[in-house]
């Protein structure tokens, strides 16, 4: 097995890959979640979020103060199509939409 | 080849269910996880990208290594579903005990670079393009739509707290006795917490997904069975606690590598007891406290060198080349506050050095604030003033000792009564929709 | 290797001869051919100077944001036209940019349920097979055989175009870019154009920064933003923003080819390389915006609206987890055609907007023929189509009735 630090395991982002990231640069965390995958799977970020944040702050190219999470998208647990469908009011299909 | 347990049950274990096709025996109190682990089987799935083993890590619902195909559903987390006798168990994303798939990790020794992988030319683009799209996938699709109908409830609480781990039943407690008793509500299922504290009026097995400030409500669901539940509060209490951040490591994503709190909770939780060796990574009070509750060496993160094993870890390398021999590693990092919900609620959030947190008083009161991104910020300025009153309490209000944890209770506790008390006390209703 | 994408330091020098607005796929798309046609000196012509001011980050902007739909299945002759050349283009397009797009060709699955998308299908059938664009009729059977978990007892006709496809926007906006910087594009990013002011020749930007650059001619490509900056210098444009939902599932194994449009309700979904479920529908009632109320929340109602539709049309995906939901913005153009060339009164300030939701797939094709018609006053039918002064002019007429949410 290959020697790798992760810092996202949902999507298998390892430090290297955040530090070439980093080294092209994107300093924003919005911006490295998408180059990188960093916190687009299951989790959601719950993982490696603060992980990225602690790393950016370390390296001095974002001050703690000015430090701001990537948006927090629901859903925030999971939840499936079929429970949603049950809070559909309204009529069943629109006319048809299009333009 | 059976594998040795790492944990002991509390009794003769009573239940058994299929993984990978095989019986496992497990008892009442256990989840997929904490059977899993204590039959020895640590790796329940592979990497979507380098092909590698992974297994329940953080114990606690907030990792997503632990997703499991459970009688037919994909990516259902190991780590909150209870045992049930004759459930089937199955890994995903694996082919078999000698896949083929292992290999990337191999060939790919100095990273995949997924954007610029294999572009040229454009027939062995297009190659790539397939085995990558049949690679990456996590689980197959469900065998078949859930059974029933589903269901839509809507609850207008005066309180409402989001979590009954510890902050949460105990606030939930302190209101109940002023005569207050809030609605609890709860991702894990109430089997799960212990029945002397469980809150009077409790949704278990529900998760609160997400807070539409535009639309003025909370949302929650449950899985099984689908049911969705709209929650108009006058106060919402966050108890959701925190999650537990990777420890940047050298093969930090071996199997058996899991969060030293998720451990605890979990042996606390099933009454299980380690009959495995245990290395906690970690420094700091914490650390100190939880490697002391496990009965565990510890050693400090910067000391590590690496993880060793292949299929699990089976040790702790030192940067003096010095090797802790173990069965689980366990993470001590600082937990790193659940903000997600409050940021969807609007409440400023700021960076605490291990994690994010909201902006609270002493007492846990949130003042609503912009949302945390600016492209996304004009909407909590747009927005109305939200019909309720924000507080948190425990890890995420910054608390992460016992006693921290108490006292930050009794704070908010105190200061959410005396708002109440300006108040009388509305009728809670809660509708079936 | 990675490529250096734009930086938020970038210098910028004092004068350039394009300033593009907005770095989106638009702005992009535009910098990258403006750099392929000039960068070699065709013609004997000195290099152009192109600098790209964008915001935020890249793929902060409807780009970022979007479904990744790419089809040649309209309406109308001209679009199905460009759309062809654009598909074209993507074919190669990964090699030349040096980086994957994640372009697959699994087609497109239109649904009617309705007689008048019934009609409407017909209709683009032989209007496709006289511009010739592959498009089959099926009945609803045969639509099953290719998604196999639809419930087709609604369904009423459907066509199906193997070309057709999907794409993985971001690194569309990350290859352009890459390979416009490699050319000598200065590409500035966290840094907004504040105010536009006109001088006897072309235009000063003054940015966020307090620089001010100065530009012969400059380009809006801001999308649903660029009415704040026309205002500015009295340009009145009939385009709108207009918050548009989505999401995307838990990812699962492939099961899904074509990305399936249900005429009747607007739900459309596909399934990512990633293998994620993508999926929108436009909301009944959802309400335009001006861009001073632009917000991109998510909402429940969104989410509700869709699961009805898509678990009655698709009953297996009850099963299936949400893992995310956004919004981006639509730049609505009143009448679905693009807002393309020099404004009115400002011919030397020249949009590139109004793409409502289908300006990524064209983006390619507009990315070139803007290029061209800059640099070399080249013609293209669809300019004449799209030019900003056919509003004042009267020249409005709704050509287009395939525009999806
Ligand atoms: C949810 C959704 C789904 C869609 N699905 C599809 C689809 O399937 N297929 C398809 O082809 N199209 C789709 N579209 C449409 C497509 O995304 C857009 O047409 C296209 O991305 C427009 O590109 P753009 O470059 O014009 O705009 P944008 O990507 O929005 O770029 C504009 C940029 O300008 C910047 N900007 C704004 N103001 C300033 C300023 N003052 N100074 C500097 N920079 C500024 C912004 O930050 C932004 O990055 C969809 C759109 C949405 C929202
Ligand atoms: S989510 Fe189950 S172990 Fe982390």
Not at chain 2, 203 to 230: D, M
Not at chain 3, 154 to 176: I, K, M, Q, S
Not at chain 3, 399 to 405: F, S
Request: aromatic fraction near 6%.
């Amino acid at each position: 097995m290959t020697a790798r630090t992760f810092v996202c395991r949902c999507e298998d982002v390892t430090l290297g890959e955040v530090e070439r990231a980093i080294a092209v640069g994107l300093a924003d965390v919005e911006e490295i979640k998408r180059y990188t995958g960093l916190g687009t799977g299951p989790c959601q970020g719950k993982e490696c979020l603060s992980a990225l944040g602690r790393l950016l702050v370390a390296r001095g190219l974002v001050p703690a103060a000015a430090l701001r999470p990537f948006t927090a998208r629901p859903p925030v647990e999971p939840v499936t199509f079929g429970a949603l469908a049950a809070g559909a009011t309204g009529p069943v299909a629109p006319e048809d939409p299009s333009r | 080849m059976p594998k040795a347990p790492l944990l002991a049950p509390p009794g003769p274990p009573t239940l058994t269910f299929r993984w990978d096709g095989a019986p496992v025996a497990a008892c009442p109190g256990d989840t997929v996880a904490s059977a899993l682990i204590a039959a020895g089987e640590l790796a329940t799935s592979r990497s979507a990208k380098y092909r590698r083993l992974r297994g329940p890590a953080c114990l606690h619902g907030g990792c997503g290594t632990c997703l499991v195909r459970v009688d037919g559903r994909p990516n259902q987390r190991a780590c909150l579903t209870p045992v049930r006798e004759d459930m089937v168990v199955e890994p995903q994303n694996t082919y078999g005990g000698l896949d083929p798939t292992a290999l990337v990790d191999q060939i790919f020794r100095r990273g995949i670079d997924h954007h610029h992988l294999v572009v040229y030319p454009r027939l062995a683009n297009q190659m790539m393009q397939g085995v990558a799209r049949e690679l990456a996938g996590f689980g197959e699709l469900p065998d078949a739509p859930p059974e029933g109908a589903a269901g839509l409830f809507d609850h207008v609480p005066e309180v409402l707290v989001i979590g009954a781990g510890r902050s949460g039943r105990a606030l939930a407690a302190a209101l109940a006795a002023a005569g207050r008793p809030p609605l609890v509500v709860e991702r894990r299922a109430a089997a799960a917490l212990p029945a002397a504290e469980r809150p009077a009026r409790l949704l278990a097995g529900v998760g609160v997904f997400a807070c539409y400030p535009q639309e003025r409500l909370w949302a929650a669901a449950s899985e099984h069975p689908p049911v969705l539940h709209r929650l108009r509060p006058r106060h919402v209490v966050l108890a959701v606690g925190a999650h537990e951040p990777t420890i940047p490591l050298a093969n930090n994503d071996l199997p058996g590598v899991v969060s030293a709190r998720g451990l605890a909770d979990m042996l606390e939780q099933t009454g299980r007891r380690l009959a495995a060796r245990v290395v906690v990574v970690g420094e700091g009070p914490r650390a100190e406290l939880l490697a002391a509750g496990l009965g565990a060496e510890r050693v400090a993160p910067a000391r590590v060198h690496k993880l060793l094993g292949a299929r699990r870890v089976k040790g702790v390398q030192l940067d003096d080349g010095k090797i802790l021999r173990c069965d689980l590693v366990a993470l001590a990092p600082d937990p790193a506050p659940a903000f997600e919900l409050a940021a969807q609620a609007g409440a400023p959030i700021r960076f605490t050095g291990a994690g994010f947190a909201p902006v609270c008083d002493p007492d846990g009161r949130i003042a609503a604030g912009p949302a945390a991104h600016p492209l996304e910020a004009a909407d909590a300025q747009t927005a109305p003033p939200p019909p309720w009153t924000l507080w948190a309490v425990g890890e995420l209000a910054g608390a992460t000792t016992p006693a921290e944890i108490q006292a930050s209770v009794d704070r908010c506790a105190a200061a959410l009564l005396r708002a109440l008390a300006e108040s009388p006390a509305p009728e809670d209703s809660h509708a079936r929709a | 290797m990675t490529a250096v994408m734009g930086r938020p330091d970038t210098a910028l020098p004092a004068d350039v001869d394009v300033a593009v607005i907005g770095g989106g796929i638009m702005g992009l798309g535009l910098a990258y051919h403006l750099a392929l046609l000039s960068g070699t000196g065709a013609k004997g012509k000195p290099p152009l100077s192109v600098a790209v001011i964008e915001r935020s980050y890249l793929v902060s902007g409807a780009s970022g944001r979007n479904g990744g739909g790419v089809r040649m299945q309209w309406g109308d002759a001209g679009n199905v036209r460009l759309m062809m050349d654009s598909i074209e283009l993507c074919k190669d397009l990964a090699q030349q940019l040096g980086i994957n797009l994640w372009f697959r060709q699994g087609g497109y699955l239109f649904l009617a349920r309705s007689e008048a998308g019934e009609v409407r299908l017909e209709r683009n059938v032989h209007l496709h097979a006289e511009v010739g664009a592959p498009t089959r009729l099926l009945t609803a059977a045969e639509a099953q055989t290719i998604v196999p978990q639809l419930d087709v007892a609604e369904v009423r006709l459907a066509t199906f175009n193997p070309e057709d496809g999907v794409v993985f926007p971001w690194a569309f906006v990350w290859g352009y870019a890459a390979k416009a910087v490699e050319r000598g594009v200065l590409l500035r990013t966290h840094t907004s154009v504040t105010r536009v002011e006109p001088l006897a020749r072309g235009y000063a930007l003054h940015l966020s920064t307090g620089e001010v650059v100065r530009a012969a001619r400059v380009v809006n490509a801001t999308g649903a933003w660029s009415g704040a900056l026309n205002r500015q210098l009295g340009i009145d444009l009939p385009n709108r923003p207009h918050r548009h939902e989505i999401l995307s599932s838990e990812p699962l194994k492939p099961f899904l080819d074509p990305l399936v449009v249900d005429l009747s309700s607007g739900l459309y979904f596909s399934q990512s390389t990633r293998g994620e479920l993508v999926t929108g529908i436009s909301l009944p009632d959802a309400p335009d915006g001006s861009d001073e109320s632009l917000t991109l929340h998510s909402s429940l109602r969104f989410l509700t609206h869709l699961s009805r539709t898509l678990t009655r049309l698709m009953p297996i995906t009850a099963a299936m987890k949400v893992l995310r939901q956004w919004v981006g913005p639509y730049d609505v153009s009143p009448d679905g055609d693009a807002i393309v060339g020099p404004s009115p009164g400002h011919p030397d300030f020249i949009q590139v907007c109004g793409f409502t939701g289908h300006g990524f797939m064209m983006a390619p094709a507009v990315g070139r023929l803007l290029a061209r018609w800059l640099l070399d006053g080249e013609a293209h039918p669809m300019l004449a189509r799209w030019s900003p002064g056919r509003f004042a002019a009267g020249g409005m007429a709704r050509r287009e009735d395939m525009i999806i949410g």
